[in-house]
């Protein structure tokens, strides 16, 4: 049977389009969540994991799967969560704060000043400068929580929308890496959705009736990031497994059909497919 990450779709309708079963809903989340935490070995017994909460409803699913998954697991961690405040919120963070406090979650607000004062001084700043400033103050935070892992909601998509703009842009074969150090190795930065798509965690949030914040550079547009989900969904419409097929991609390279010198043995034979790449009827 092949490998789907994203089991909980249903493309059995007579319009072809996408069915999330809600009474599944959880259940799919979990399991894709706790396949990517086993696969790469992402939490380990004994870890202070610290959920980075932006406001949206990746990181907010994130949060709540992790919650779920730490009273379940065969192994003791822990999960607490926390969010840097940049300047660039569009609503009020109370709302989402209340949520947080009514179900118990231990959740640090953090402003960060040179952040706020960066935009205030260089409103027209980079995605690459705010990022330095944000990874600057998420390692500051998760040390104040005494985390020994920083839980990132990066979702299937920006998995496969990186491995695209890394392709176009800057002549790597990269997507993001599912687990990660930080450059001191102090901390293990892990991605847990990567099997799991928006439109899971789109349906998961609002099924809880998360309060999001949204976010000034999430209405951007003409950037790179907008002609790539642009394109994927022009793309989907007629291809609906493309994700799949690219995700499994990732995981079943054949180094004998690519370029780089460094893997190129043509008296070895490839090996058997990890991630079978699914194929349209």
């Known amino acids: 049977m092949p490998f789907r990450p ?30 990517a935490i086993h696969r ?22 994130l949060l709540e799967a992790l919650q779920l998954l730490a009273r379940r697991a065969p192994i003791d961690f822990s999960v607490c969560a926390f969010t840097v405040e940049q300047g660039k919120f569009l609503r009020s963070i109370e ?26 001084e260089q409103p027209d700043h980079g995605c690459d400068l705010c990022s330095r400033y944000r990874r600057r103050a ?6 104040n929580l005494g985390a020994n892992v920083i839980a990132f909601g990066h979702t299937a998509d920006d998995f496969c ?12 074969l990269s997507a993001l890496p599912p687990v990660t150090t930080s450059r001191d190795r102090e901390f293990r930065l892990i991605r847990p959705l990567v099997y799991v798509t928006e439109e899971i965690t789109r349906a998961y949030a609002e ?24 394109l994927f969904r022009d ?19 054949d180094t004998r059909r690519l370029l780089d010198t460094r893997f190129y043995h043509p008296e070895i034979q490839p090996p058997s497919p990890v991630f079978p790449i699914v194929t349209e009827p």
């Not at 790469?40 to 699913?61: C, E, H, P, Y």
């Not at 998420?138 to 040390?143: D, N, S």
């Open 95 to 120: 709302p989402l704060g209340d949520y947080l406090r009514e179900r118990g979650v231990a959740w640090t607000y953090f402003r960060d000043a040179p952040s706020v004062r960066l935009l205030e």
């Open 6 to 35: 994203f089991g909980i779709v249903d493309r059995g309708s007579p319009s072809g389009a996408p069915i999330i079963n809600s009474v599944e809903l959880e259940k799919t989340l979990l399991r894709k969540v706790g396949d």
């Open 235 to 253: 793309l989907e419409g007629e291809y609906p497994h493309l994700k799949e097929n690219i995700l499994s991609a990732m995981g079943n390279l």
């Open 207 to 230: 099924s809880l009736e998360i309060p999001l914040v949204p976010c000034s550079c999430s209405q951007k547009t003409g950037t790179v990031r907008r002609a790539l989900r642009d």
């Open 40 to 61: 790469f070995q992402m939490i380990r017994d004994g870890d202070r994991v610290a959920v980075a909460l932006s406001g949206g409803k990746d990181s907010a699913t």
């Open 138 to 143: 998420v390692y500051e935070i998760a040390r």
């Open 161 to 172: 929308e990186a491995l695209l703009r890394n392709t176009l842009f800057t002549g790597k």
